[in-house]
Nanobody, 122 residues
Framework: QVQLVESGGGLVQAGGSLRLSCAASGRTFSNYAMGWFRQAPGKEREFVAVISWSGDSTYYTDPVKGRFTISRDNAKNTVYLQMNSLKPEDTAVYYC???????????????WGQGTQVTVSS
């Protein structure tokens, strides 16, 4: 089992920044690729970014490229999502997930956190 706890969400004005954190416990964190997803009201959960177990590889959905950065610190069992130049359309609940594959589909993820709300005002 892997337990994931997100933090760092909040209310921010358009153009602002937030850094989300996802702390992991349980099985060896460095065995897993880690992803961030988001879900807006009435919409399906969508992929945001993924990072490989080593941190050497990352991949982003097009709408966040150049604005969001995913990173990880395996010594701290934590993955981060730095979000800059936030837009109202980034408003959603953000979830981190752990997977044994470098994947963008939610079904590939074995463990999920409870989510953290990000609200961007215009």
């Amino acid at each position: 089992q892997v337990q994931l706890v997100e933090s760092g969400g909040g209310l921010v004005q358009a153009g602002g920044s937030l850094r989300l954190s996802c702390a992991a416990s349980g099985r060896t964190f460095s065995n897993y690729a880690m992803g961030w997803f988001r879900q807006a009201p009435g919409k399906e959960r969508e992929f945001v970014a993924v990072i490989s177990w080593s941190g050497d590889s990352t991949y982003y959905t097009d709408p966040v490229k150049g604005r969001f950065t995913i990173s990880r610190d395996n010594a701290k069992n934590t993955v981060y999502l730095q979000m800059n130049s936030l837009k109202p359309e980034d408003t959603a609940v953000y979830y981190c997930g752990a997977t044994m594959r470098f994947a963008t589909m939610p079904a590939a993820y074995d463990y999920w956190g409870q989510g953290t709300q990000v609200t961007v005002s215009s």
